[in-house]
């Protein structure tokens, strides 16, 4: 997969949102982003030709200016890296990514699971151990996001603002 952005919609209004993120992206400086439906109802890939962290910045900005055209999106993540839906491949493909946690910072781990019978233990347990740094669920300093999706899952290590949500971005913004 070379899909470098996940986003969740509600189920009803999946055509719509896929062109309000296509949209969005084309607006704030992606010249040929490519959206596509997933086969999991409320999920959308992406692939942006931006860095995936920085055209969430932007989308971030676009929706304080234009909060209309993101009605149908409800949560925009960015993807690092694919690997097969296993704990030991998702160990795997993180563990080039977790020197970005240094030793005094803190870390969550977030996981969402679709289509999967893989318990959430099996999976947050050995992530959890390859970080080896202090956990806090509430105010961690990165977040280390596991998307598993069937037979594939999405990985990445990244800032709280390096997600969008777009729901608490607007209960946070004056009405």
Known sequence: ???????????????????????????????EPRVDRSRIKGLILAQTTMDPAEAIHKLREHMAAEPRRYESLYRVLPVQ???????????EALTKMRERVSPDESFR????????RLSSHEIIEPVAE??????????????????VMGDRT????????????????????PA
């Open 1 to 31: 997969m070379d899909y470098n952005l996940l986003a969740t919609a509600e189920q009803v209004a999946m055509s719509k949102a896929c062109s309000q993120l296509w949209m969005n992206l084309r607006a704030v400086g992606d010249p």
């Open 81 to 91: 890296a694919w690997t097969a839906s296993t704990p030991d491949d998702i160990v």
């Open 109 to 116: 781990v977030t996981l969402e699971k679709r289509r999967t």
């Open 130 to 147: 390859l970080f080896d740094r202090r956990v806090d669920l509430e105010n961690p300093d990165w977040l280390v996001l596991v998307e």
């Open 154 to 173: 999405g990985v990445s290590v990244v800032r709280l603002m390096d997600v969008l949500n777009v729901q608490k971005e607007r209960a946070k913004s």
